[in-house]
């Protein structure tokens, strides 16, 4: 029985990605692992408006099947980011006034309180958070990387008092 050849597994490399405004696309140059080639792919942008939802838009274009294994190497933070852009300029902002929107709605407050935040926006808050731990996170791998740090703290200050380190039934 003749078995079918199996399929070469194309592996690409992201190097850049982009937006362009006119027409509506988003650029990829990438390298193409069996070639060792620099290429550049254009996504159309269809059915996009100042409107939709850039988060969506974002996750359909990494789950396209045309384009998924282009993909790969492109965060879903940086296609939102991409999108947030091209929404801006269809609402006629500037390319510096979509930037600072989208980091203004990027930066965490430490005084904000996230109880009363909605699923959405939380799990979007914790996404933020993820991405910045991983950013800043030393792994193994790293050369500054140390396993075991030992860390003196003085204790000639005063210490401060909290009312949830007091015993309960103590007066505060």
């Known amino acids: ?25 988003i650029v990829l140059i990438y390298k193409d692992g069996s070639e ?7 996504m159309p942008v ?4 100042r409107f939709s939802d850039c988060s969506l ?14 993909l790969e190497g492109v965060s879903l933070r940086q296609l939102q980011k991409l999108y947030s852009l091209l929404k801006g300029h269809l609402g006629g902002e500037s390319l510096a006034e979509s930037l600072e929107k989208f980091q203004q709605e990027e930066t965490i407050d430490p005084e904000e309180d996230m109880n009363k935040l909605d699923d959405k926006e939380l799990a979007k808050r914790k996404s933020i958070m993820d991405e910045l731990f991983e950013k800043n996170r030393k792994k193994k791998d790293d050369p500054d990387f140390i396993y075991d740090i030992e860390v003196e703290f ?8 909290c009312g949830w380190d007091v015993e309960s039934d103590e007066e505060i």
């Open 1 to 25: 029985m003749l078995q079918p050849a199996p399929r070469a597994v194309m592996t690409y490399i992201a190097k850049k990605c982009g937006v362009c405004f006119q027409p509506p696309s």
């Open 36 to 42: 060792d080639k620099t290429r550049q792919r254009i």
């Open 154 to 161: 003085p204790q000639d200050e005063q210490l401060e008092s």
């Open 57 to 70: 838009a974002a996750e359909q274009l990494k789950n396209n099947p045309r384009h998924k294994s282009y």
């Open 46 to 49: 269809r059915n996009f408006s």
